[in-house]
């Protein structure tokens, strides 16, 4: 090992003479360096070698590099690069290599190569490391994209790019993205081989020795991917994708054209498809004469909008679905909300999804999610009755879901719905008990509100026998706390008693009744310690906290400190499992008041 070491530190030295020959590094610098590559050198010869050790060294010898490049800079000398920075590179190269063979599963490792290699304009050196990470790591689509955009945008080798992506292809045959890097390569590839014809026809060179093919000007090769793409991958969303990226280059009109007409043709089932031609008319140009007015303006842009429409109403024509339907809502929702001063169009907007909302529903296609924006304008406008009657609706539509009944219940609350007692047993009847909570918390927030004391105990007593234990527990919580806000501390302690045997029990049960009886004028420790007995009956073999709250209470004035040693004893006696360690950790800091 040792003669390995020496030799790799030997081959140093003519660089290092270098450095000090060309004042860019002192005598003492050299001899550190020396001395910090031996000891990094020696850390990767070790019979086990970490990762880090590799990282560290090339850390080490990128800072090297970069403060070469400052020296360089400020003493304004630009030779000898091929015998200083040259040998440093080719090192760095070196133990990435040797890091990426040891570790190959470890991608941030490669990319870490990529970016030094990026960097230090060692070009050749890219590829070769891309071509070696792409033979470990072939299973992701990423890496093919990132090395095929590098031989295009750091090597200018179209025909390299392309290459990569056919074998990418081979492996991934229907991946979405790398299709459309594939297709816009393709454009890009034409759209530099336009400007670089255009540039030599403006200098009147001749054109003779250089060979532009009309087909891949026009962007033929990108048209063959985009048929191989769309053969395979048959989704309006992917053609869409295509025809933007397509959109973005200015020679591509028939290109467009005819991607259009495939979209048109072979997806005009499909919402997307509609909701992207409707789109598209909102980019069309305006009247022609130059708009001055807000209301001009306005005017113009509800013209487009109903152009819009028009499309919309065409689709649902040909297929009347959900998508379809949620297509045009989201539309008519998005320009809504969009800022206007005119009070004509935002009328007309509010209008207009008003309609198609209410078609939707009386479709029953009005998915579940466009009730809640439904209600909420029907609101702000006013219109409680309209906002009832829907919120009745949408339960009928949606009987199995708490989110709607949850949303139905606060808009009848809300417009003063004198039934709610039959609407929220009408809701747990056919709710899923499991994940009727919020129904309940929801019934009880309104029968505070506006019921009796007992018609509101009535329910809390209702929802105690729930066979559910998350709603049983929250009861037992919520009881105790109406209890002692509506009827005090008496109360309190007798909805406590009559509670405190019945399962399931929650620790916030008993910790919200030793709040309870601290809030007293006289709070009487007997009590204390009834509860926290009982609590420690139900939790005491693995909640550590409660055992420690105990004995703080015991150290308080009303407590007795004797009784902490007792307390301590049981806690040690009955905790079980990690909970035992925690409490002695615990009791440590109390002990020496870092608690």
Request: aromatic letters at 10%.
């Amino acid at each position: 090992m040792a003669e390995i070491v020496q030799q790799r530190i030997e081959d140093r030295i003519p660089e290092l003479e270098q450095l000090e020959r060309v004042g860019l590094f002192t005598k003492k610098e050299v001899k550190s360096v020396v001395k910090r590559a031996t000891a990094l050198e020696y850390k990767l010869h070790r019979m086990i070698v970490n990762k880090e050790d590799f990282i560290a060294y090339i850390q080490y010898e990128i800072n090297v590099l970069e403060l070469i490049k400052k020296r360089r800079a400020h003493i304004n000398y630009n030779f000898k690069r091929e015998e200083i920075e040259f040998p440093i590179i080719h090192r760095i190269n070196s133990i990435f290599r040797r890091a990426t063979k040891k570790w190959k599963d470890d991608v941030q490792l490669w990319l870490s190569h990529v970016a030094f290699c990026k960097k230090w304009a060692t070009k050749g050196q890219l590829s070769k490391v891309y071509s070696a990470m792409l033979a470990i790591h072939p299973d992701k689509p990423a890496l093919w994209i990132m090395a095929a955009k590098s031989e295009l945008e750091d090597r200018e080798s179209s025909e390299s790019a392309r290459h990569l992506f056919l074998r990418a292809l081979r492996f991934h045959p229907n991946n979405k993205k790398v299709y459309q890097e594939y297709f816009r390569m393709e454009l890009l590839h034409a759209e530099k081989l336009r400007k670089q014809k255009a540039e030599l026809e403006k200098a009147e060179i001749d054109l003779g020795e250089y060979e532009f093919s009309p087909e891949i000007l026009s962007g033929r090769l990108a048209e063959i991917v985009y048929k191989d793409a769309t053969g395979k991958i048959k989704e309006a969303e992917f053609v869409i994708s295509l025809l933007n990226i397509a959109a973005i280059f200015d020679f591509t009109k028939e290109l467009q054209d005819s991607i259009l007409q495939d979209l048109q043709t072979n997806y005009a089932a499909d919402g997307l498809m509609w909701d992207f031609m409707a789109r598209r008319e909102l980019e069309a140009p305006g009247v022609g004469e130059e708009l001055h007015s807000a209301k001009a303006r306005a005017s113009d842009i509800n013209r487009k909008e109903e152009r819009c429409c028009l499309i919309y109403e065409e689709g649902l024509k040909v297929a009347s679905t959900e998508p379809m339907w949620s297509c045009y809502l989201d539309f008519c929702m998005e320009r809504r909300k969009r800022k206007t001063n005119v009070e004509e169009l935002m009328e007309k907007r509010q209008e207009r999804l008003l309609g198609v909302l209410q078609r939707a529903h009386d479709a029953s296609l009005l998915k579940e999610d466009y009730y809640k924006s439904w209600l909420q304008i029907l609101l702000s406008s006013g219109d409680a009755e309209g906002a009832a009657s829907v919120a009745m609706a949408a339960t009928e539509r949606y009987r199995q879901s708490v989110t709607m009944w949850s949303l139905s219940l606060q808009t009848l609350m809300e417009v003063g719905s004198g039934d709610m007692a039959r609407f929220f047993q009408e809701a747990l009847t056919h709710v899923n008990p499991k994940e009727s909570l919020p129904l309940w918390q929801l019934q009880l927030q309104w029968s505070m509100a506006t019921q009796t004391p007992e018609e509101t105990e009535a329910i809390f007593k209702r929802g105690l026998q729930s066979a559910v234990p998350a709603i049983a527990m929250e009861m037992k919580d919520g009881f105790l706390n109406w209890s002692y806000s509506t009827g005090g501390y008496k109360k309190a302690r007798k909805t406590f008693k009559s509670l405190q045997e019945i399962r399931p029990l929650s620790k916030a049960f008993f910790t919200r009744m030793i709040e309870i009886e601290k809030e007293q004028e006289t709070p009487k420790m007997n009590y204390l310690r009834e509860y926290y007995e009982r609590a420690l009956q139900e939790f005491g073999t693995s909640d550590d906290d409660l055992w420690l709250q105990y004995i703080q209470e015991e150290l308080s004035p009303l407590g007795q400190p004797e009784n902490c040693g007792k307390i301590h004893w049981r806690a040690m006696k009955f905790l079980e499992g990690e909970s035992v360690e925690r409490f002695i950790s615990k009791y440590t800091l109390f002990q020496t008041g870092h608690l």
